[in-house]
């Protein structure tokens, strides 16, 4: 049975070494829409994009997370990339030794063995390669390299925007994409996110500034406070969020929490 | 119970009891160090693993084997060597086959290949160019307390020259390959010269492969001698089995403003030990020692290095890595010596390993004598296991944990391919060792046998 919801997160809980992180998370997405999660930091938003992608820092105990209808827990980190979910890291990788163009020529090669496709052409990859570099005005040299190494912090940014349009994910997490980005080098990777949507392409935007989002504009906004998503509305709670800062969320989270332990006594 | 006792009795007998038949036939240089040589191994004996360069290499494996064949100074059969193609064929190289440390017959002469440069046997050398064979034959072999050096000296017989006079370069490597093929076990002993002489250019390409299952041991000596402002690299492959021994020891002496390189790439082998002594001469001169070694089962490879400083304002790097599997071992040894005088040295040593299993294991070692104090030096090692968070980042883009862990290995030892300084070169072993980490390395090429 197909669900309308192409990501749908139930009471999600999660520990890292026994302490728990996520603490009952909710979250549905619909095809098409983008939404921002704020939150001050260490609140568990890169805790919660690990998660749905499959790195084993952190053990989910409780709860669901499926992908269209498709339960993802259960998914290695490559199955979930192959059905469609791309994360822009926070922190990008560096490895040496490993080319730009043999890391997407492989990832692209085995994402299309997954839908029964034949392997890209050398001119058609070369093609695309040449395309999307252009879209994320990344520098040409760079995918000459070894993957990130050496590259500035923007151009690791750059450098995950280009995977995507790469890949053509369903589901895009954006993790702090914008941080450590100057305007010029934040208008390029909102405007190549946008060229690289499609209209059913779903993205969740994790960021602390309202910025990012005058280009990307959100459907919904959430704000996350200690494993949990405490508020959700509409793209002005984001600017409520860069005029008042996290702390009427946090007492507000907090009194929610003291009434609810209480009427549980 | 110590082996080596028996060992270096059968050696004695051969060594007396062949003794006419040595002297018939080798050069006259080679007869006129053995006697010294022969004492010198008496007293030093087998290394074990009491002598701080063989600390963790244990030697019974390879030298407490019987082998039926420890000095055959009679023309091989050279109808199966015929018969092997080197995997690496587009490879623009002059190329000479030698079987079991011999020349194919009626090659034995010296040829001049265009540009100047000569190549063929020791012998041969040794009657064309007296002069010179005897200015630089057991001139730059040091061992300190190694005992298969001298060992060598006493009981080669022949071996490779490698002539490049004054100004003179060869656009071409010369490749050679070292084919041990034959239905005895064998140990054998092959005694190198190359000469560089000033302004002049070699590169030399050297495969050793064993094509039958019998149990080989060989104990190499290659002397180097680079002259003032001349070029030298040596690159060696190394493919053989389970059950061949491979040992070498290669003394490179540079002069001034001289570039040299030494690259091992040890795809296969049950014991393996590579001595590369890099002797820094003259001054303003660079010296690079790469090293790259993939083990399994229950293989053993190390390397051993050692690069002095012995004249002012020269630049070293030592960079070895190695993924070892399995049951298997390996030891890195890396000395760096700088001398009194020489001021202004810089001296890079790195090495790096990576564990696929609980049983693999390695140990390293370095070892920094520093007696200058205008000295930039730096070194450091690690053991470990793949990179987590790379193998995370590359599986997140949908690659299978097995091709991102293969792609992350194949990374690794890109780091060291990369300083193979002839390009076809470059790309074929980039491509043998992607075959050798995926398992699927054809072990002996040519060979119908394919033992193990
Ligand atoms: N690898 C880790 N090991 C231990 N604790 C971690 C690890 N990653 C995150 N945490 C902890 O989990 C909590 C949430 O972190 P994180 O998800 O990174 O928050 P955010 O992205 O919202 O800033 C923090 O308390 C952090 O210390
Ligand atoms: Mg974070």
Redesign the interface.
Known sequence: MKSEFLLQIKELKATIDNKEILKGLNLEVKPGEIHAIMGPNGSGKSTLANVLTGRDIATVTHGSVTFEGKDLLVMSPEERAREGIFLSFQYPIEIPGVSMVNFMKTAINEQRKHRGLEPLSASEFLRQMREKKELVEIDSALTNRSVNEGFSGGEKKKNEIFQMAMLEPRLALLDETDSGLDIDALRIVANGVNKIRRTDTSVIVITHYQRLLDYIVPDYVHVMYDGRIVRTAGPELALELEERGYDWIRKEADVNEETWTTDRK | MDYRPEVINKLSEIYSGSHGTFLKNSPEIFNRHRETAYKEFLRLGIPDRKNEAYKYTNLEKSFGYPYQVYYSPVPQDFREAEKFHCEVEDLDVWNMVLLNGFFPRGEEGLVMLPGGIWVGSMKAAAKQFPGLVEKHYNKYVQGENDGLVPLNTAMASDGLFLYAPKNTAYTKPIQIVNLLHSDQDIFAQDRNLVVVEDRAQLSLLVCDHAISPQHFLTNTVTEVYVGQNSRFEIIRVQNQHNNSGKITHTFIHQERDSYASSNNITLHGGLVRNATWHMLNGENSETHSYGLYLADKQQHIANFVKVDHAAPNCNSTQLFKGVLDENSSGAFNGRIMVHKIAQGTNAYQSNNNILLSDAARMDTKPQLEIYADDVKCSHGATVGQL?N??L??????????R??KL??M??????VIKNIPIEALRERIDNLVQKRLRGELSRCASCAIQCN
Not at chain 2, 392 to 401: E, K, T
Not at chain 2, 410 to 415: V, Y
């Open positions: 990179d968070n790379a995370f980042y590359l599986r997140s883009r949908g690659i299978d944990a091709e991102a792609m992350l194949f990374g690794f030892a890109h780091d």
